[in-house]
């Protein structure tokens, strides 16, 4: 029997799980408090429905992640105050993020939460974090897939270069 067997959750956390751990939690505070703020300005119904969707998820991790860290004697980083409901109408329009530049900023999170999910999996050794984050990893999936499919829909997807025809270099 090696030190690290039995029981993952009696196992020390390392350093790296214990900053894993720790970012995500940062991380998804503050993605709580900008989607409630994107929710003030957002207008279509179905960017609506994936921000509370990214809401409860970011929800769901500051309180597991949070629970983790305090159960391994480590202080997990302060939550943010919540933000007031305001009604779309008293956002000035030049202050107003529209509704494709959320879409965006939300795909672009959702792509880099999947990147520090498989980076926290892959130096993980202790399975119970390892699984965490993997459950983190599939739903940030789901979610990062809805929210291109929406993007295409609306039209509000802005794809880089495209190769439609390659030159033909026999002709030359």
Known sequence: ???????????????GEIF????CSMVAKGAV???????????DKDLKKVLDAL????????KECDTLLTEN???????LPERPPVKLEDIPAGARFTDPEIAAKAAADTALGLVAASQAMGQSIREDIGALFAKYHVTKTA????????NKEKGWLIPPPLQIKRPDSDKA
């Open 33 to 43: 408090s900008c989607y409630q703020a994107y929710l003030n300005h957002a207008g």
């Open 143 to 150: 979610l990062g897939l809805r929210i291109l499919q929406m």
């Open 20 to 23: 894993s751990v720790w970012q």
């Open 55 to 62: 809401l409860d998820q970011a929800k769901l991790e500051i």
């Open 1 to 15: 029997m090696g030190i690290l067997s039995g029981n993952p959750k009696t196992e020390p956390m390392h350093y």
């Open 73 to 79: 004697g480590i202080a997990p980083a302060p939550t």
